[in-house]
């Protein structure tokens, strides 16, 4: 049998695996749509080195081998991409790419659970000749593929990547399948394949792996190009022969065609260094047949020899490879023999090298400590009142720091009530050990000691005394707190100046601050919070807690689950029960199928009915649509965990006010509106909650724009889309943009759902116009949102469920990540600010994130004085990459005139 590699299986992609130099970067976006795109797999073809891209498009591959690559993109709903790079030593490359839509693609999704017989001896046969060994080699997700059968040549094709799982040689493949064509003469096998390692906590099982992998590359051509580039033909076990005459009659004795038809290949002058550094031209002009001696075949050509025998033709009269032995022109290579019987089950990675040694992990009971997490919140005051916002920056600690990115990505983050009652509940994405977000104070809320309390569900295993508890008063309106005298608190790592001696009321401030390394020639990075107080509005008390006594790791308790009963979660998780149309629960597989058709999953069901779907990364909420084969899905909520038989208090000296503490004003700027003329005549039933809006936009006039930020632009002339930075921003035509603080931007509300933490505009052009219902537009909104709706509001609704694809389908909504809000705070440099408004401020100043390097310029931040004279109480908590944890205090000061 002959196999022609064309994208070859076995003769893998370009990766020189000596001189770990190169780095990739870029963004990848919707070719049609011109967004970002999230989660796309970005991969060196036929390796274990590869990432997804964030939340905008954007990737980084790290590490890259010198010498020629092919990068390939692949992403569910898009066709794939690949793109042949160079990376040069210390080169730094940047990409822009852009995927194309497939739209086939999602419309050809089977959504059975079951397919019919033929199907399913179509699938046998594929099996055997694309994995070879199924004993060990299995398709975890075989109905993505679909057969067809014509002229004797069975071939087949899959819209999403292919998994595969190869206990085998410890591997799990993702193999993208662009051709597979199968006949009783031939076949064909084309496609990427991405690599990532098993895992195993047995010293027998890696042992087996490391043996396994090794068996798979010697006698492999692979190992036969590295021999002949090495000049180890033979101490390598390989024996090269040609043909003295073409087309003569063989016979099946090698003595016997040694003597009249064979004789031995000369591989001296062979090789030839190619102009890209690290890669070969190995000359092959005619056929050769190769045997590797150091193995038995049980198919054997030969009736006098047992050893391996293979067959090389290759067109253009030479191999291309580089220095690791991998073949980077397969297509011009033809392989019969015993190399062609290599199937999925001995295929290795192009970054495999012999000898490469298999990390074990360690048992649950040695590596738990290993394992542990750890949450700190920083917040912005020490006190509050009814109608406040409590802001709070959540720093993770790992025991070991390497994990960060393995362990979880979830935070919970729960405001308890003194009658151990959970009010509230936050659900935030952890990126890069850090988080953010902020609870509302309803303005009747019953004053009281409250707790804010942080975990990870990962962090549940280690028992509830390992979680963050903060105790949380709230004071009534009349009440106010004894002040204890304040000495700042200097940390020597972390300097704050400011940009004068003294202000006056509604003055601007520019604070700096900058991280000194102790050696001047060391590096200290380093993340942190800062909030700026007013001291009269918010008085100095002594906090029992700070980053620098508990941001560590608490040894695990003896109750410590003997198991791990709560996972890892690195995304959204929603968990369900499966049953029949008798009301028992059954094991079957359901699809599951999010609105947006960006992904289709297919869940199995325990046979207890039980089903997970985890690692899901979106905000606010989402629908899905679940085809079970028959009868229901009931969603399981989520188990609180339990408290403490005591919850800690933070007890205040407390004292009367003179006066009654306000809440912060909402209204401090102002726009002037009605600049939106309505042509609309028709009577309609408005969705938003502020009545009739100045605009209404229909879904069918919008649907040709590139993004739905260029559509409301388009349509409405009082609004421009602006870019800035990295930003976009929605802004009135008229406004001047100013970028001191946040620019006047309406509040955008999607489906109700109130967008925060980004900028409107950034939000927009990410939505797909072809989504939408339909928009909604007021350029004025009552004072009951105060600031919030002193720039206008854009509501925007999308299609619901009617498309034909979900009739019928059970609709289930699922809670996802909720955005950190911005904190928001008057710009007296903007005419548009309402003077005539008191302003007085307690936090004039929150950033829960602020990033500084010792080797950088300092960082300045800026902000405005109240009407509020006196001291000011600057607080700035982080922690540094050499696990420097610093709070560090200052003082400014307001004159009163």
């Not at 679909?146 to 990547?161: G, H, Q, R, V, Y």
């Not at 090794?214 to 021999?227: D, F, N, P």
């Not at 000369?266 to 190619?274: A, F």
């Not at 309609?684 to 559509?711: C, F, H, M, R, V």
Request: aromatic residues 12%.
């Amino acid at each position: 049998m002959k196999s022609w590699l064309l994208v070859a299986l076995f003769a893998l992609a370009s990766i020189n695996v000596l001189a770990q130099k190169g780095e990739i970067y870029g963004q990848v976006i919707d070719a049609k749509t011109q967004t970002f795109l999230p989660f796309v797999n970005v991969y060196v073809n036929k390796t274990t080195i590869g990432t997804i891209t964030n939340d905008s498009g954007k990737f980084v591959l790290k590490n890259l081998p010198r010498g020629s690559a092919e990068i390939a993109f692949s992403s569910i709903g898009y066709g794939s991409y690949q793109l042949n790079v160079l990376i040069g030593e210390g080169s730094n490359k940047q990409l822009s790419i852009k995927l194309v839509p497939d739209v086939q693609q999602l419309s050809e999704v089977e959504v059975r659970s079951g397919r019919d017989k033929v199907w399913e001896k179509q699938l046998k046969k594929f099996e055997k000749i694309f994995l070879g060994t199924t004993s060990s080699c299995k398709i975890l997700n075989p109905w993505v593929i679909d057969f067809a059968d014509e002229k004797n040549m069975l071939t087949a094709n899959a819209s999403i990547p292919i998994e595969i799982e190869n206990t085998l040689l410890g591997y799990k493949l993702f193999f993208q399948l662009k051709n597979f064509a199968y006949s009783s003469t031939e076949f064909s096998i084309v496609g990427n394949s991405r690599f990532s390692e098993l895992t195993t906590s047995n010293a027998g099982e890696a042992l087996k792996w490391m043996k396994n992998r090794e068996r798979a590359y010697l006698g492999s051509i692979k190992h036969l190009m590295k021999s002949i580039l090495d000049h180890n033909i033979n101490k390598n076990g390989f024996s090269l022969y040609r043909e003295k005459a073409k087309g003569k009659l063989r016979s099946h004795n090698f003595g016997l065609e040694l003597q009249n038809n064979l004789s031995p290949y000369d591989t001296s002058g062979l090789v030839e260094p190619d102009s890209v550094i690290n890669e070969y031209r190995i000359k092959f002009k005619e056929k050769v047949e190769v045997h590797y001696f150091l193995d038995f075949s049980q198919t054997n050509y030969y009736t006098d020899i047992n050893n391996p025998v293979s067959w090389l033709e290759v067109s253009g009269g030479y191999v291309w490879v580089n220095q690791a032995g991998t073949i980077l022109n397969p297509k011009d290579i033809a392989i019969s023999g015993e190399m062609s019987d290599a199937r999925v089950s001995n295929m290795l990675p192009s970054d495999y090298k012999p000898g490469n040694i298999i990390a074990i992990e360690s048992p649950k009971n040695i590596s738990a400590k290993r394992l542990q997490e750890k949450v700190y919140l920083h917040t912005d005051k020490p006190y509050y009142y009814p109608g406040d916002k409590i802001w709070f920056s959540a720093y993770m600690n790992y025991r070991a720091p390497g994990l960060m990115d393995t362990l979880s990505k979830v935070l919970y983050v729960d405001l308890i009530n003194r009658d151990r009652v959970t009010t509230e509940n936050l659900i935030l994405k952890i990126d890069s050990g850090r988080a953010a977000g902020s609870f509302n104070l309803p303005a009747k809320i019953s004053p009281g000691s409250y707790v804010l309390r942080a975990y990870t569900q990962w962090m549940r295993n280690y028992g509830i005394d390992q979680f963050f508890y903060k105790p949380i008063n709230v004071l009534s309106v009349a009440d106010g707190v004894e002040a204890t005298p304040f000495n700042p608190v200097t940390d020597h790592l972390l300097k704050i100046t400011f940009d004068k001696s003294e202000y006056k009321k509604r003055d601007k401030v520019k604070m700096t601050l900058s991280l000194n390394a102790e050696d001047q020639d060391e590096k200290i990075k380093g993340s942190f919070s800062v909030s700026v107080l007013d001291d009269s509005q918010s008085v100095y008390v002594k906090e029992p807690q700070t980053i620098k006594n508990d941001f560590q790791l608490i040894e695990p308790s003896k109750e410590m689950m003997p198991t791990f009963k709560y996972p890892i979660e690195r995304g959204v998780t929603f968990d369900g029960i499966y049953k029949d149309k008798n009301g028992k629960r059954k094991k079957t597989k359901l699809t599951i199928l999010p609105e947006t058709l960006e992904s289709i999953y297919q869940v199995p069901t325990l046979n207890n009915g039980e089903f997970s779907l985890k690692d899901l990364t979106f905000y606010d909420s989402a629908k899905f649509g679940i085809q079970p084969v028959e009868g229901k899905v009931i969603l399981k909520n989520k188990e609180l965990p339990a408290l403490p038989e005591k919850l800690s208090v933070f007890e205040l000296p407390l004292t009367r006010l003179s006066t009654s503490y306000k809440a912060s004003s909402d209204t401090l700027k102002t726009i002037l509106l009605k600049e939106i003329e309505v042509h609309e005549k028709k009577i309609k039933q408005y969705e938003n909650s502020y009545a009739e809006p100045d605009s209404y936009i229909k879904s069918e006039s919008i649907e040709t724009y590139q993004n739905l930020g260029a559509a409301i632009a388009a349509k409405i002339p009082a609004f421009k889309l602006f870019y800035y930075e990295t930003h976009w921003y929605l802004i009135w035509a008229r406004g001047e943009f100013t970028r001191v603080n946040a620019p006047s931007e309406p509040v955008l509300y999607i489906d109700q759902a109130l967008v925060v933490g980004e900028t409107a505009g950034d939000r927009l052009v990410y939505i797909n116009p072809a989504t939408i219902d339909h928009i909604e537009v007021k350029g004025m909104i009552g004072s009951n949102l105060g600031a919030n709706g002193a720039n206008g509001m854009i509501s925007v609704f999308t299609k619901r469920f009617t498309d034909p694809a979900f009739k019928g389908l059970p609709i289930i909504k699922i809670r996802g990540f909720d955005h950190p809000r911005i904190f928001e705070a008057p710009n007296y440099d903007n005419p548009q600010t309402n003077l005539n408004t008191e302003d007085y401020r307690s936090t004039l100043f929150w950033d829960p994130r602020v990033s500084l390097t010792s080797t950088h310029s300092p960082v300045d931040l800026s902000f405005f004085t109240s009407d509020q004279s006196g001291n000011y109480r600057v607080i700035v908590e982080g922690v540094t990459n050499k696990g420097n944890t610093i709070h560090a205090e200052a003082i400014l000061k307001v004159s009163e005139y």
